[in-house]
């Protein structure tokens, strides 16, 4: 709460002295699409398949000066099914950020966050509770100050604060708070690499349960800038949770290796955390990603991208229910782009769901086609 508190009153002061500014940019955006889905539950028996029609509203807003950064993004997007009304959604979406550099060595950086979605969405691969398109809600924080000690070395905070709500009574998730305090300290070897320890802790607090479930880890983390196309980031440690009723000792790491080129980019990405979902308990993370991008000609781009997502049980503050929950999806996209300002879109992409209780691999295919439009900067 006290975080919460702190960082609404960071943005609010630093953006109210930007009122008097005179130089604000604002880029709308708008892209709607003719969306086909088979199994959109990823229900246990294949579904009928679905048509829709998606629309999505976007707004960005930005304030830059020499020492402060203001940038806030929003999106309303709505779809509509055309016969099983159930599955119509209404989803916004809400993020503010803000970066100060108070001196040449001390800086800090806020986050507010909101969202407001279905478990359709926000439980694949997490909890895997997708049967029935309930309301979900969050909220989140998070206060990041750093000092630049010397040329070599750094230490930089993370002070995390995130409430996801479930409001059907007949929701089979649970309302649950999660915060987290983290400490990072970096020494630059060369204009090239570095190396970090990271240290961080973190407390899940679940509604109508008098326990709360605790996690600590430590990461000893390596950067390195290959070449001028080529990064790479490596991290792996210890890692601790203690429930209401046991301890568990596990590890934590992360890969993470991208290369640009000017007509693409590639990128691999391979993780292991901690991570509460709305049954409320701590799971063990385990993901990878893959996304590649192809400029083929000046109007015309391709991407595909890969995922995996794996969430095992492993603290939990309502009594123990194992629950390993499988997610994979692969997808290929094309862009044309007629103008700066507009461009068609065609993707396609499968899904896949598999959980612990029942066994079975519940799937589905999706494809959308549908126009955009990006708008100009207005400066104001």
């Known amino acids: 709460m006290i975080l919460r508190v702190a960082v609404i009153a960071v943005l609010t002061a630093t953006a109210g002295s930007f009122v008097q500014a ?18 959109p539950r990823f229900l246990l028996a294949t579904a009928n398949d679905q048509q829709a029609i998606a629309a999505d509203l976007g707004l960005n807003l930005e304030r830059q000066t020499e020492t402060t950064n203001l940038m806030l993004n929003s999106s309303a997007a709505r779809r509509q099914y055309q016969e099983d009304r159930s599955l119509n959604r209404s989803d916004l979406r809400m993020n503010m950020s803000l970066q100060h550099a108070v001196t040449e060595r001390f800086s800090w950086a806020a986050v507010a966050s909101a969202t407001r979605d279905t478990t359709l969405t926000s439980e694949l691969g997490t909890s895997g509770e997708t049967r029935v398109g309930d309301r979900h809600e969050s909220a989140g924080a998070q206060l990041q100050p750093s000092w630049q000690l010397s040329e070599r070395w750094s230490t930089t905070m993370l002070m995390q604060w995130q409430s996801d709500f479930y409001p059907s009574s007949n929701s089979a998730l649970v309302d649950y708070r999660y915060l987290s305090a983290g400490l990072t300290n970096t020494w630059r070897r060369s204009e090239q690499d570095s190396i ?41 440690g210890p890692a601790w949770t203690r429930g209401a009723r046991a301890t568990e000792s596990g590890e934590n ?24 979902t709305g049954r409320g308990y701590l799971t063990r993370r385990d993901s990878l990603a893959l996304q590649l991008r192809r400029e083929f000609t000046e109007h015309l781009t391709g991407t595909m991208g890969a995922r995996y997502l794996r969430s095992r049980n492993i603290a939990g503050a309502l009594g123990f229910a194992f629950d390993d929950v499988r997610y994979s999806r692969a997808e290929a996209g094309l862009n044309w782009s007629a103008s700066p300002q507009w461009s068609t879109d065609l993707r396609a992409g499968y899904s896949a769901q598999k959980q612990s209780f029942n066994g079975v691999l519940a799937s589905g295919v999706d494809v959308a086609l549908g126009i955009r439009w990006n708008g100009k900067n207005h400066v104001f």
């Open 22 to 39: 005179a130089v604000w940019r604002i880029a709308p955006s708008f892209s709607t699409s003719v969306v086909g889905e088979s199994n």
């Open 196 to 236: 970090g320890v990271v240290l961080r802790a973190s407390q899940l607090q679940v509604a109508n349960s008098p326990a709360n479930i605790h996690d600590a880890s430590a990461l000893l983390q390596y950067k390195r800038s290959i070449s001028e196309r080529w990064s790479l980031t490596l991290a792996a």
């Open 253 to 276: 790491f992360s890969l993470d290796i991208a290369r640009t080129a000017l007509y693409g980019a590639v990128s691999l990405s391979v993780d292991r955390s901690i991570a509460p």
